[in-house]
């Protein structure tokens, strides 16, 4: 089974996250399918990308997302396109979002 989980990057005390589409029975650390995005806690102000195509295409192949990487797609928006897109209803086309703190930006 796919999972979207985070794989833990960086040096020792200086984390960053990717956001990425794994086997669930490989290690955190293993291989990974694909890459869809990163999350940086320790940028003043924080710093999440999540390339919301990507996430949509692994969402619809039956991947399943970890608690910590669905904390963070419903911070940027995404698992309510997601589900929105999921009841049939019609939304804005996927996009590469990036938040900076609080604020929302799109990049094409």
């Keep these: 089974m796919v999972r979207i989980r985070l794989r833990r990057m960086g040096a020792?005390?200086?984390p960053f996250y990717r956001i990425v589409a794994a086997d669930s029975r490989k290690a955190q650390?293993?291989?990974f399918i694909?890459?869809?995005g990163y999350y940086?806690?320790?940028k003043q102000p924080m710093e999440i990308k999540v390339d919301e195509g990507k996430v949509f295409k692994w969402l619809g192949d039956g991947a399943q997302v970890s608690?910590?990487?669905l904390s963070l797609l419903k911070r940027t928006g995404t698992m309510t396109k997601w589900n929105k897109k999921k009841a049939g209803e019609e939304?804005?086309?996927?996009?590469v979002v990036l938040i900076k703190g609080e604020k929302r930006t799109s990049q094409v």
């Design 12 to 14: 020792a005390k200086l």
């Design 29 to 31: 650390g293993g291989a």
């Design 34 to 36: 694909d890459v869809l």
């Design 40 to 42: 940086d806690p320790l």
């Design 67 to 69: 608690d910590g990487v």
């Design 91 to 95: 939304t804005p086309p996927p996009e």
